[in-house]
T-cell receptor, first 110, second 113 residues
Framework: TQLLEQSPQFLSIQEGENLTVYCNSS?????LQWYRQEPGEGPVLLVT?????EVKKLKRLTFQFGDARKDSSLHITAAQPGDTGLYLC??????????FGKGTKLSVKP | NAGVTQTPKFQVLKTGQSMTLQCAQD?????MYWYRQDPGMGLRLIYY???????DKGEVPNGYNVSRLNKREFSLRLESAAPSQTSVYFC????????????FGPGTRLTVT
């Protein structure tokens, strides 16, 4: 069974700081999805990465997929309070084998 | 366009009671999913339906049943609730079985006493 490890588990920073969170797998990803979940709501898809070495940008968020497709990172530049939430990664395996990481809980203080 | 809707939003049950969680999507998606989210455990797949008329077990199916009523609706039933089923339940949908991108509902917070 594929395992997804996310780090750090918690992160508390000041507005304007930069940060990086990580998602590592015990095996190769078919694809990888990043979601953000705000308190009391369902996860919202941010991005899908498929190709090893792929980099995608979404405003101040930069997503990178490792060359070997076993790891990914999410970098946020100049974090804002609106970035607060739980960041989840998920493998893109077969439908019966969809695995989520436990998430990184980010708090951005004004 | 509401996306994925879930009812109820909150529910308290006593051990042994039964209930059905309802989910509907208006995006004309073929695939639908039920997850539970527990502190420290992340999201875990309970059941999924690749297309109308099919359902399959996920990682944690014990104690649950599902029904894909039509293309829009996918319900989750707890026949005899147990305290271990206290959790937040999310329904999700995707375009089809080859699409990795899931769209989630707002969740149902269930407490079993």
């Amino acid at each position: 069974t594929q395992l997804l490890e996310q780090s750090p588990q918690f992160l508390s920073i000041q507005e304007g700081e930069n940060l990086t969170v990580y998602c590592n797998s015990s095996s190769v990803f078919s694809s990888l999805q990043w979601y953000r979940q705000e308190p009391g709501e369902g996860p919202v898809l941010l991005v899908t990465v498929v190709t090893g070495g792929e980099v995608k940008k979404l405003k101040r968020l930069t997503f990178q997929f490792g060359d070997a497709r076993k790891d990914s990172s999410l970098h946020i530049t100049a974090a804002q309070p609106g970035d607060t939430g739980l960041y989840l990664c998920e493998n893109g395996g077969s439908q019966g084998n969809l695995i989520f990481g436990k998430g990184t809980k980010l708090s951005v203080k004004p | 366009n509401a996306g994925v809707t879930q009812t109820p939003k909150f529910q308290v049950l006593k051990t042994g009671q039964s209930m059905t969680l309802q989910c509907a999507q208006d995006m004309n998606h073929n695939s639908m999913y039920w997850y539970r989210q527990d502190p420290g455990m992340g999201l875990r797949l309970i059941y999924y339906s690749a297309s109308e008329g099919t359902t399959d077990k996920g990682e944690v199916p014990n104690g649950y049943n599902v029904s894909r009523l039509n293309k829009r609706e996918f319900s989750l039933r707890l026949e005899s609730a147990a305290p271990s089923q206290t959790s937040v339940y999310f329904c999700a949908s995707s375009r089809d079985s080859s699409s990795y991108e899931q769209y989630f509902g707002p969740g149902t917070r269930l407490t079993v006493t």
